[in-house]
């Protein structure tokens, strides 16, 4: 991380769905998963070897390309923007059970940062069913060094 960011950050776009299969998804967003699975199948890790169970509903994670800022709020605005156009998508996805969101992993750069996502940006991704789903990943100092 640049030493002048406050924060970094990855973004994916998760789904989770019932009965689906992943290339019900992935052909309609023209995007191949950096992760999936499909329910019913028996569960393994992610180097192939077998786990207990069957998984119970269908996963696929895909990547974006996020640029070196510390600027999210601008980047999940425009992509917003291109996901709009599988606004049908998403809402099959949700119609029949399943679930869509952003994955943001957050990793800050500082004791004490912040930033502000939009009642728009909010309301624009809610109309498209996705949610905000946050894991944040600590400065690792101490409260001694906020100023």
């Known amino acids: 991380m640049t030493e002048s960011l406050r924060y970094s950050y990855d973004v994916s776009l998760r789904i989770t769905h019932p009965a689906h299969v992943p290339e019900f998804f992935s052909s309609s967003l023209g995007r191949d998963p950096r992760y999936s699975w499909t329910v019913g199948q028996p569960r393994v890790t ?37 996901l709009a156009q599988h ?21 800050t750069g500082a004791f004490n940062t912040g930033f502000v996502l939009s009642a728009d940006l909010q309301r624009r991704s809610a109309a498209l069913g996705l949610s905000l789903d946050f894991d944040i990943y600590g400065y690792g100092g101490s409260s001694d060094d906020a100023a």
């Open 46 to 82: 992610r180097k192939g070897a077998p786990l207990p169970g069957i998984y119970k509903e269908t996963y696929c994670s895909y990547s974006f390309d996020v640029p070196e800022d510390d600027d999210l709020p601008r980047f999940l605005d425009e992509t917003l923007t291109d």
């Open 87 to 107: 606004k049908g998508l998403f809402d099959k996805i949700q119609e029949s059970g399943g679930k869509a969101g952003f994955f943001i992993g957050l990793f």
